[in-house]
Nanobody, 115 residues
Framework: QVQLVESGGGLVQPGGSLRISCVAS????????MSWYRQAPGKEREFVAR????????NYVDSVKGRFTISSDNPKNTVYLQMNSLKPEDTDVYYC????????WGQGTQVTVSS
């Protein structure tokens, strides 16, 4: 059974940092495209960042370039999103997505940036 479990969300002040994690099970982790998306209530889910676990290539949405870093730890079946210089507009539910032969989504973790 495939599972993606996100963790690490929470409340942080503007300018602060947070690292969220996604642990995958039931997949061949070394051959996946792992992505982070985010979604606010009433809005469409937005792409944030992606990493190809076989090779480590990454790409980001323009609004987070230079502030967010996606990385993977293949032996731990885990992908991370390090978020620095957080802004109130980064407040969203962040979702992990895995794409191999099929696409899978996690349940999401709430990130709130507020003073």
């Amino acid at each position: 059974q495939v599972q993606l479990v996100e963790s690490g969300g929470g409340l942080v002040q503007p300018g602060g940092s947070l690292r969220i994690s996604c642990v995958a099970s039931g997949l061949v982790f070394s051959r996946l495209a792992m992505s982070w998306y985010r979604q606010a209530p009433g809005k469409e889910r937005e792409f944030v960042a992606r990493i190809i676990t076989d090779g480590g290539s990454t790409n980001y949405v323009d609004s987070v370039k230079g502030r967010f870093t996606i990385s993977s730890d293949n032996p731990k079946n885990t992908v991370y999103l390090q978020m620095n210089s957080l802004k109130p507009e980064d407040t969203d539910v962040y979702y992990c997505r895995a794409v191999g032969f099929t696409m899978y989504w996690g349940q999401g973790t709430q990130v709130t940036v507020s003073s």
